[in-house]
């Protein structure tokens, strides 16, 4: 189960292990998607990319369960679509 941040770890653990199921809430694309929708599109290329959770979930196979509110100040919803 990853909420936030702690969905791209969760992400990867679930792509890479073999798990009973995933649980994402408020997750995002991946952290340079979110940077670039606080900061604008310059800032997303002073972080390092850790986990790209787009890329991930492909390979995920386990039941996965994922939740996000429509009014989401800090990740868009259209990241969890």
């Not at 890479?16 to 606080?38: D, E």
């Amino acid at each position: 189960m990853g909420r936030s941040i702690g969905t791209g770890p969760a992400t990867w653990l679930a792509a890479n292990k073999t798990i009973g199921a995933l649980v994402l809430v408020s997750g995002f694309t991946s952290l340079r998607g979110v940077v670039k929708h606080i900061a604008g599109s310059f800032a997303q290329h002073l972080i390092k990319e850790r986990f790209v959770n787009v890329d991930n979930i492909a390979r995920v196979v386990c039941p996965t369960f994922i939740l996000h509110g429509k009014m989401d100040a800090l990740i868009p919803y259209s990241h969890s679509e």
